[in-house]
C-alpha cells in the first residue's frame, strides 16, 4: 500500500471510497462536474474546508474528498459526517515537508498537493480515528 | 494524540458527568489567552473547570435570577466573562479555524464586518429593547425556547450576543486601533447583560453556557419534550427509512449552512437528553428558509419551511460512547466521531414561518421524506448558481447581514421591536464607520490573518484595567 498524502480524518467509517482524483477550483468546475455525470467517478480536492464551496457535489453524492485545510469541526467535515463522505482534511503528501500553517501558507503547498494527486487513481483509507490516507490504487 | 474506539464496547459517557472528571481532550492545541505566565488551559470540561477556578467573581457559577435581573456587571465579572468567552470561542472554533478560503464566500471579510458593526450598533438596538420589555421579558425571551422548537432562539444565536457582538467585536476593534481597552465599557455591559438573561432565561439552572454544565444544552420542559418523543420512529440500521432519515438530515443541513453564508445560524441542536430506554436524544433545528434574507427567495420558491427539527435518537452503548458535547454554538460532536450509524430512531418536524404556533408545526412521516427532500435539493442547487454568480462585494455585505442583524434577528422578533429595528432605528444600514473599515480590512491581511490570528489565539481580549469605569463609553476621537 502506498500512501501518498494524509491528513485528519473527518470521521471513522470501513468505507474506502476509489476514483480519479479531480481538483475542484471554483464553483463553475463544480457545476461542470455535475453537467458531465461524472461525479461518482471522482475523489474531489478543494483547497479550503468550507462547506458551501462543495455544496451541490455533496447533494448530489460525492464518494469522497480531499481537503488541504480545514479539520473535522469545519463545515465541510461536520457535513461530510452526516453525508457520511469519506473526508480527509488537510492533507499533505508524503513526499513532501510541506504543511499548511493558517495564515502563513503560500500558493505553492497547495499547487504542490494538487500536482502529486490530480488524475491520480486513489483510495482513501479512513478507519483510524485520527488519521486518513490517500492510498494509490 | 489517537484515540482509539471499538464500536459495541460499552457507553462510558455518563462518566463525564461526574465531579471529579475532567473529560477527554478533542485536541492536542492550548489556550493561554490573558492568562500569560499561567499553565495553558486545555479544552472541554477541564478548561471549563479551570477558568472557574481562575475567576476573580462569581460569574462563572451558577448565578440568581436576582443577579441576572441587575443592570450592571462589576468590572471584575466583565473581565471574567471575557477571559471566559475567549476560551469558549478558541473550543469551539480554533479548530475550524483552520479552514482556509472558501473558494465562494470571502467569510472572513464578511465575518470581520459584522463583528465591529454589532459591537458599535447593538448596544443601543438592546438597550431600547430591554426598555420595552423589561429585564424580565429578556429572560422571558429565553425562556420560551423552552416550550418550542425550530426557533433561533438558540444556543449559537444566544452566545453570539457576547462571544461575537461584545467578544469578537471588541477584539477586531482593539486590533484595527480604533478603540482602547477601556473604552465603550457600558456598551460592553450593555451586550453582555442581554446574553446573560437570554441564556439564563432558557437554560434555568443558574448557568448560561453549555460549556459550564458539561457541555449539555438539556432546555426542554418534560412534558413538552414527551410530544416529540412520542413522535419517534424506529430505525433499523442500514434499512431504507435509515438512509432516508440520515440523507434528509444531512441535505437539510447542508441548505441551512448555504442560506447562511456558510455559518453555523442555520443549524441548532439541544441535548443530549436521556430516554427511558437508556438511548440519548439530539433535537436538531435546520433552518432552510430565512425570510429576511433575500436570496431565500429560491427557498420559498420551493416551498421550503422555515425550519425542519430532527429529533435523532442514538444507541449509545453501540456506539460504545466516550463524550458527547452539544457545544455553544449549538453544534454536536463526540468521540467516537462518526455517530450516524448509530441512529436507531427518528422523527421530522415542519415549522412553517419562525411564529407558527406549535400545534400547527406539523409531522413528517420518514417515508413521506422523498418529496421533502427533492425541495431541498432543487433549492441547495438554485441558491448555489445564484451565490456563485454574485460579486465579491455582494457577497461580503450579504454575508455580513447574515451575522450583523441575523444574530439578534430572533431576539427582536419575539420582543416585537424588529420592525421598529428596521423602520425607526435602521438596523439595516451600514454604519459609516464600517463602510470605511470595508476597505482597511482588506490591507495587509488584516481580515484573513490578522484578525483570525487574534481571536483564535485570545490574545486580542484585552482585559479592561483597573481604572475602568461601568459607566464610560468613548468620548474622543484622537490618536
Redesign the interface.
Known amino acids: 500500500m502506498t500512501v501518498l498524502a494524509e491528513g485528519f480524518n473527518?470521521?471513522?467509517?470501513a468505507k474506502t471510497p476509489e476514483g480519479v482524483v479531480k481538483y475542484?477550483?471554483?464553483?463553475?468546475d463544480?457545476?461542470a462536474l455535475l453537467s458531465s455525470g461524472k461525479l461518482k467517478e471522482h475523489i474531489l480536492l478543494?483547497?479550503?474546508?468550507?462547506?458551501?464551496?462543495l455544496?451541490?457535489a455533496?447533494?448530489?453524492g460525492a464518494i469522497g474528498i480531499i481537503?488541504?485545510?480545514?479539520?473535522?469541526?469545519?463545515?465541510?467535515g461536520?457535513?461530510s459526517?452526516?453525508?457520511?463522505t469519506p473526508c480527509v482534511m488537510?492533507a499533505h503528501l508524503t513526499s513532501s515537508d510541506s504543511r499548511?500553517v493558517?495564515?502563513?501558507?503560500d500558493d505553492a503547498h497547495f499547487e504542490e498537493i494538487r500536482q502529486g494527486l490530480e488524475g491520480k487513481r486513489v483510495r482513501l483509507e479512513v478507519s483510524?480515528?485520527?488519521?486518513g490516507r490517500v492510498v494509490a490504487a | 494524540m489517537t484515540l482509539q474506539f471499538e464500536p459495541g464496547q460499552k457507553a462510558t459517557y455518563k462518566d463525564r458527568y461526574t465531579d471529579a472528571d475532567d473529560g477527554l481532550r478533542f485536541q492536542d492545541l492550548e489556550f493561554v489567552g490573558n492568562f500569560v505566565g499561567q499553565e495553558p488551559l486545555k479544552d472541554g470540561i477541564l478548561g471549563d473547570k479551570v477558568q472557574k477556578q481562575r475567576a476573580k467573581s462569581r460569574v462563572l457559577e451558577k448565578v440568581s435570577r436576582e443577579d441576572v435581573l441587575k443592570d450592571q456587571f462589576t468590572i471584575d465579572e466583565l473581565n471574567d466573562l471575557n477571559n471566559y468567552l475567549a476560551w469558549n470561542i478558541w473550543d469551539v472554533l480554533v479548530m475550524r479555524a483552520t479552514e482556509g478560503v472558501s473558494g465562494m464566500i470571502p467569510r472572513q471579510e464578511y465575518e470581520i464586518l459584522a463583528f465591529m458593526h454589532e459591537f458599535y450598533r447593538w448596544p443601543e438596538f438592546l438597550r431600547k429593547t430591554t426598555d420595552q420589555v423589561g429585564a424580565a421579558g429578556i429572560l422571558d425571551i429565553g425562556a420560551s425556547a423552552r416550550r418550542e422548537i425550530g426557533t433561533k432562539i438558540n444556543a449559537v444565536h444566544d452566545w453570539c450576543i457576547g462571544a461575537v457582538g461584545f467578544g469578537m467585536g471588541r477584539c477586531g476593534l482593539l486590533a484595527l486601533e480604533a478603540i482602547k481597552p477601556d473604552d465603550y465599557v457600558e456598551e460592553s455591559n450593555e451586550i453582555l447583560k442581554f446574553m446573560q438573561r437570554v441564556l439564563w432565561g432558557k437554560r434555568q439552572d443558574g448557568y448560561i453556557l453549555n460549556s459550564q454544565d458539561r457541555y449539555r444544552g438539556r432546555i426542554h420542559d418534560a412534558d413538552f419534550l414527551e410530544t416529540i418523543t412520542n413522535q419517534l420512529e424506529e430505525l433499523q440500521p442500514d434499512s431504507p427509512d435509515h438512509e432516508a432519515f440520515t440523507r434528509f438530515n444531512a441535505a437539510a443541513e447542508l441548505l441551512s449552512f448555504l442560506d447562511h453564508f456558510d455559518c453555523r445560524l442555520g443549524l441548532g441542536d439541544t441535548g443530549p437528553y436521556e430516554l427511558p430506554n437508556g438511548n440519548i436524544l439530539i433535537l436538531r433545528d435546520l433552518f432552510t428558509n430565512e425570510a429576511e434574507y433575500h436570496w431565500s427567495d429560491v427557498c420559498d420558491d420551493e416551498g421550503l419551511p422555515h425550519a425542519y427539527t430532527l429529533a435523532i435518537e442514538i444507541d449509545p452503548n453501540a456506539m460504545g460512547l466516550q463524550e458527547i458535547r452539544v457545544n455553544d454554538i449549538a453544534t454536536t460532536f463526540t468521540r467516537p466521531k462518526n455517530y450516524i450509524p448509530y441512529i436507531v430512531g427518528g422523527a421530522v418536524f415542519a415549522r412553517e414561518k419562525w411564529d407558527t404556533p406549535m400545534g400547527e408545526v406539523r409531522n413528517v412521516k420518514i417515508s413521506e421524506l422523498g418529496p421533502e427532500l427533492e425541495k431541498v435539493q432543487r433549492a441547495t442547487l438554485k441558491l448555489y448558481r445564484k451565490v456563485s454568480t454574485m460579486s465579491r462585494r455582494e457577497l461580503i455585505w450579504a454575508g455580513h447581514d447574515v451575522y450583523y442583524f441575523g444574530m439578534i434577528l430572533p431576539h427582536l422578533r419575539k420582543a416585537g421591536t424588529w420592525d421598529q429595528a428596521v423602520n425607526s432605528w435602521q438596523i439595516k444600514e451600514v454604519d459609516q464607520r464600517i463602510a470605511n473599515y470595508y476597505y482597511d480590512i482588506q490591507k495587509r491581511g488584516f481580515a484573513q490573518e490578522t484578525v483570525p490570528l487574534k481571536i483564535f489565539s485570545g490574545s486580542g481580549y484585552l482585559p479592561f484595567g483597573e481604572g475602568a469605569d461601568i459607566r464610560s463609553s468613548k468620548y474622543a476621537w484622537l490618536f
Open positions: 473527518a470521521f471513522e467509517t475542484l477550483g471554483s464553483p463553475q463544480v457545476i478543494v483547497r479550503g474546508g468550507t462547506t458551501t464551496f455544496s451541490p455533496l447533494s448530489m481537503t488541504m485545510s480545514g479539520a473535522p469541526e469545519s463545515h465541510l461536520i457535513l459526517r452526516e453525508f457520511q488537510t499548511y493558517v495564515g502563513a501558507t483510524d480515528s485520527e488519521t
